[in-house]
């Protein structure tokens, strides 16, 4: 008997949303769907927030869907399950990230990598559902409905809110770290330390790398050491490149103002990699620092859900979590301006109680 | 008992030099070091004629010692060894390419990677010996004093003239199909019909890859497949890359003339790896082709002395030479006009008894 039938919920559910493009984020009711055999519906508690919301909602990247509700970052608590859910039941806390749901037919879905999705995953907000005509809304909200398959689960002794921000900065700087390699006693830099560096910094240390955090910001050398980095290098400083050529093993670059790959690359050593998760305009790319030490660049977007989940329960077994800052929904607009100027440490989470409490 | 005291050969040697930059090559007299214990003097039948001669006569890279005797693809045979070589004796047919010392105790040489040299390999020419001051000089002469470890073996059944260019346009795109992994079955892409491009597309053959040549030149679709390519794109239609997105596991990349790497880039499918070859100058790159299918830019250059011999073996195994027009030293104005015009299939090799003979 369908679990569906006697719900008396309505679906009805209060957000926030970007209008059109550029607009300040404001309350919005939107509709979830019902929860079909395989769907479960979450309470959100909390939901990280992005740098890639402000892009999104700014239109900075083509192509947005208005209106917006942002919101990739997801925990919440599983409130009711479709009749074939087998993984989850009601009361389990669980993450939602980067998309909610794929083709499940292409290579890379059949391979557990299903962000990158021939067809096109359906990102959880500023995308489309598989039908290609329903808009998704993401965690800017009080609760989502979400396919059993694209739902993690959150371990115990993880904070919720610490954990929202594993879900997108979390995976996008561990998946990387993983499937390129990076092994215990390597040297690894991290470039730039907001919200993805701080993870790479955390994860970086808890596989046993050598982390250097490498900063345009003096000012950011105490939080480096104390997130878990070994050692910083200021990069405003142009004889830091020359000093530290040919010294990291792997680099992740987390930057996306535009900066020069070239001078990074030469910090590497020998085979040594670069792996970008930021977005920069194109900047210009020499072949001689990739080609006189058979160096390589490459790039990584977030992870698939297998992964994510290994990287939940990386975090679960070894206390890694995000360090954040908890806000009310009604402080986004404000709490965007501040990321604009880099005054976060180093990932503001909405606390979703502030927009069930009946205050819009 | 030293042979070299024995020895009554003067070591005054006919050459080809360039005795300032942008000057046409003209006979010069070099003088080659007696062979020391570890030596082997070799006479030279062949020698290839790289692209990097060119720009290196012309001081495109800066740093040109002058005067220059250019040439880094030599094969000849052993003349006279010294007391300790135990790996060459009188006869033997051998091969110097584009070093011809390196340190020998860095973590690169010793991995048998002496290209990588973290000291500075000794360049065969345009370089400095490791004293750091005694100039080396080139193929374009007709005999060579190299280091025993520095000299490899051609097998039987290469002709002789098409084995010289395996040395440098060889081993610079064996190199990278080994190193990346290319396997039998994956889709390689050759961008760009040169002395280098050539040499990968029947590498490619021999692998076993599904070889498609992409080149700006319709004309060379005949040539390409009879080289051993299954298929051949025309990248002056812009269209080819939007019908090709995805397409290639490994696209190896041997121009030297700026163009877009993106477009390149997005004829990867995930988790494909271009390596690039030649050295254009800077151009702009886009994190996003990178970043969206997990993709791999790397560059790679020529290869160790191992593993120069192993593809030598290869060749000698599977069939492979380079395809040659054979000139006189004394044509070598004339081939390098050819060369910059890129009439050339695919490589032009001194014959050195043009300068042995007398004429000047």
Redesign the interface.
Known sequence: MDTLVESKVTLKTPAYAAKAAKAQLMPWLIERREPGPHDVLIDILYCGVCHSDIHQVKNEWGGSIFPMVPGHEIVGKVVQVGDHVKKWKPGHIVGVGCFVDSCRRC??CRAG?EQ?C?IGMSATYNGYEQDRKTPTYGGYSTRITVDENYVLSIPKGIPLERAAPLLCAGITTYSPLK?FGLEAGDKLGVVGLGGLGHMAVKFGHAFGAHVTVLSHSPGKRDDALALGADDFLVTKDEAVFKENA?RFDFIIDTISAPHD??AYLKLLR?DG?MV??????????????????????????IGGIRETQEMLDFCGRHGVAADVEVISIQEINQAYERMLKNDVRYRFVIDLASLKSGAP
Do not use: F
């Open positions: 290579e890379a990598e990158y021939e499937h040919n790959y070239n020998r990699i970008l998760v930021g977005l920069p305009d194109p900047t210009p790319l020499s072949a001689g620092p990739l080609i006189v030490k058979r160096r390589s660049l490459a790039g990584s977007m």
